[in-house]
């Protein structure tokens, strides 16, 4: 490895594998001290979290693609399943997307014929977003596949394993966004 100007590494003619990144990326940290050995953990709790997230999502992506329907699009519909109808600022908050998010999958969930918009009679301006027959069969199998995926996922964790991996995650889900 190289050094530039700011003593920055910088892979010449090197690749690194991805199993490799974070112990690189722990050495690049204490090298530069960047952070302080106890601060290791918390960044790759979170290096690690943001890898399997993002693999997640590719995953669940392909599963639903094949059906006919984006991730997005299912969590919304799951949302719907769940609750029944809801206004599209409740379905934002309990998918954790974004309002424009949420409103980019309505209209495609909506011009495939697996939601409908209707508006509050009272306030015209109020829209219930409410899952069609369509939408209900899709998500029979949607749940199905989905299931499948996520058993095929946690299935190197023992059952404990898997339990106190829940209850930790709940835990930091439930704190409020750090100052």
């Known amino acids: 490895m190289e050094e530039d100007r700011a003593g920055s590494n910088i892979m010449?003619?090197?690749?690194?594998?991805?199993?490799?990144?974070?112990?690189?990326l722990r050495a690049?940290?204490?090298d530069d001290g960047a952070a302080e050995p106890a601060?290791?953990?918390g960044f790759e709790f979170v290096t690690n979290i943001t890898r399997l997230a993002n693999r997640l999502v590719q995953d669940f992506e392909q599963v639903h693609r094949s059906a006919g329907i984006s991730w997005a699009?299912?969590?919304?519909?799951?949302?719907l399943w769940v609750v029944g109808d809801a206004?599209?600022?409740?379905?934002?908050k309990l998918?954790?997307?974004?309002?424009?998010?949420?409103?980019?999958?309505?209209?495609?969930?909506?011009?495939?014929?697996?939601?409908?918009?209707?508006?509050?009679?009272?306030?015209r301006r109020g829209v219930r977003i409410t899952?069609?027959?369509?939408?209900?069969?899709?998500?029979?199998?949607?749940?199905?596949?989905?299931?499948?995926?996520?058993?095929?996922?946690?299935?190197?964790l023992s059952e404990r394993e898997l339990n106190t991996l829940l209850r930790l995650l709940a835990k930091m889900v439930a704190q409020p966004t750090p100052p």
Do not use: C
């Open 28 to 30: 690049r940290h204490i």
């Open 73 to 79: 699009g299912f969590r919304l519909l799951t949302a």
């Open 87 to 92: 206004e599209p600022t409740q379905l934002a």
């Open 39 to 41: 601060d290791l953990a």
């Open 95 to 123: 998918t954790g997307a974004t309002k424009a998010a949420v409103s980019s999958a309505i209209n495609t969930l909506e011009r495939d014929g697996f939601v409908e918009r209707h508006h509050d009679v009272t306030d």
């Open 131 to 156: 899952m069609t027959e369509q939408g209900n069969g899709l998500m029979h199998d949607a749940m199905k596949r989905q299931n499948e995926r996520e058993r095929a996922w946690t299935s190197v």
């Open 12 to 24: 010449s003619n090197e690749k690194i594998r991805t199993r490799d990144y974070l112990a690189a």
